[in-house]
């Protein structure tokens, strides 16, 4: 017989018209091969993927490896500053920010080696209590990282030093102290933890560095970001400003953006809290982005890197102030109003203490911060915060405890009382003010008797 003669056309298939069918390797289709060949346009890439899976591995190793390398040496040679705060706090309706319970992360400390907080089981910093049975005396410390006692270990803060002294009256002093918070935060937690808590006194730490401005800006001036705490950008675009005596000038300044490799990373959260790589990288990352964008639209033109700003610790000791500042100040007393009240409405004392800021204290600080801003001396008046809220207080009869005199009285003597770098009271810092703090309550008579 004649075999068929193939004719034109019989290879050509559902490939397209002029296009031959690709051929097929053995096993390719599942009968007499070992397995299943990658074969597309007639070409089999099984051995090049074979070789190319080796070498990803190798080269995905090798990157890790050298990451690790860079961990280790930044570490020991670079070590960055890791976000204390990721992963701490959780935003409350009814206060605005709360630490989470039963929390433990590391502080860094200008005094050496990071410190260890812990968070109790209510939210505050420090040991459980018998919390539905108080002790003889309980005092409610409320206030912002200084009561917190951001830098120090715990049983360095002055609520701490304030419970080991009265610890032969059986007297508890719960630290309620939370980073940003302001008298309207205070106001607040206050309201909705005090039921329960049910204190004797409840003992205020304002600091005039921020509490003014924080009660300017309201309750919610900070939101979580990637588990920080950070002001809205509305807020920046309305308050930071440049800040002359009596204005605050119409021209946002600007102002850095939020840096970093905002990408899908997996474990970002636990590698911006642990990785100093990562923290070094991005924090790069995010000045070259600031860099590449330039001036915010609107900015001054020209605008120093340190201009002068209604954030800046020492904006509240202007002698002229702009309207803002007044209406800040009335926000502030009624803040401490409302906590007069509560106080007044549970049977429990009230007692407020201001805080000073570094400028306030020493002298040389303060010159800096004039340099700095480009300021004149004339236009300020360093006493000015403390002597507004010692006449409201005056007049409400609410206790006052002004540490700005015995501050400046031992500057001179011991060692720091704030951290260089920082603006938080270092141990000394925190052991002048206890020492203080007690003799005053003391004197008027808000302390049982031992």
Not at 197 to 213: A, E, H, Q, S, T
Request: glycine share 10%.
């Amino acid at each position: 017989m004649k075999k068929a003669r193939s004719k034109p056309g019989d290879a050509i298939h559902s490939w397209g018209a002029g296009r031959r069918a690709p051929r097929t390797a053995p096993g390719a289709t599942g009968t007499g091969g070992r397995g299943t060949r990658t074969a597309i346009g007639g070409r089999d890439y099984t051995p090049r993927l074979r070789r190319l899976v080796p070498n990803l591995l190798l080269a995905c190793a090798s990157v890790l490896a050298a990451a690790l390398a860079l961990e280790g040496a930044l570490r020991v040679f670079w070590p960055q500053e890791l976000p204390f705060f990721s992963g701490l706090f959780v935003e409350d309706p009814a206060v605005g920010m709360r630490h989470v319970p039963h929390t433990r992360a590391p502080m860094g400390s200008e005094s050496g080696g990071p410190v260890t907080v812990r968070i109790n089981s209510r939210g505050y910093r420090g040991p459980e209590y018998a919390w539905d049975a108080p002790a003889r005396f309980r005092i409610l410390g409320l206030g912002d990282s200084f009561a917190f006692g951001f830098g120090v270990k715990e049983e360095d803060t002055y609520l701490a030093r304030l419970e080991r002294a009265l610890a032969a009256g059986r007297v508890e002093v719960i630290n309620a102290g939370l980073a940003g918070m302001g008298p309207d935060n205070e106001a607040r937690l206050l309201a909705a933890d005090g039921p329960r808590l049910r204190p004797d006194l409840v003992l205020v730490g304002f600091f005039v560095g921020n509490d003014l401005i924080d009660a300017a800006t309201g309750v919610a001036r900070t939101r979580l970001r990637n588990g920080v705490p950070m002001v809205p950008e509305a807020i920046l675009e309305r308050w930071y400003r440049p800040l002359r005596p009596g204005r605050i000038l119409p021209q946002p300044l600007a102002r850095p953006a939020p840096g970093g490799l905002d990408l899908p990373l997996p474990f970002k959260d636990t590698l911006r809290k642990h990785s100093h790589l990562y923290r070094l990288v991005t924090g790069r990352v995010g000045r070259l982005q600031l860099a590449w964008r330039g001036p915010r639209a609107g900015a001054a033109a020209q605008t120093p890197v340190e201009e002068f700003n209604p954030f800046a610790q020492e904006a509240f000791c202007l002698k002229s102030y702009p309207r803002e500042f007044d209406l800040a100040w009335e926000k502030a007393k009624g803040a401490v109003g409302q906590i007069k009240a509560w106080c007044d409405g549970h049977g429990a004392r009230l007692a407020v203490v201001m805080i000073p800021t570094e400028a306030q204290v020493y002298p040389d600080r303060w010159d800096d911060v004039r340099r700095r801003f480009a300021l004149r001396d004339e236009d300020f008046d360093l006493d000015k915060p403390q002597r507004i809220l010692s006449e409201y207080a005056v007049a409400t009869g609410i206790p006052m405890v002004d540490l700005l005199p015995v501050l400046r009285a031992a500057r001179h003597t011991g060692g720091p009382l704030y951290f260089r770098r920082d603006i938080h009271w270092t141990s000394r810092g925190h052991e002048v003010a206890a020492d203080e703090i007690l003799q005053r309550l003391d004197a008027l008579g808000l302390l049982p008797p031992s």
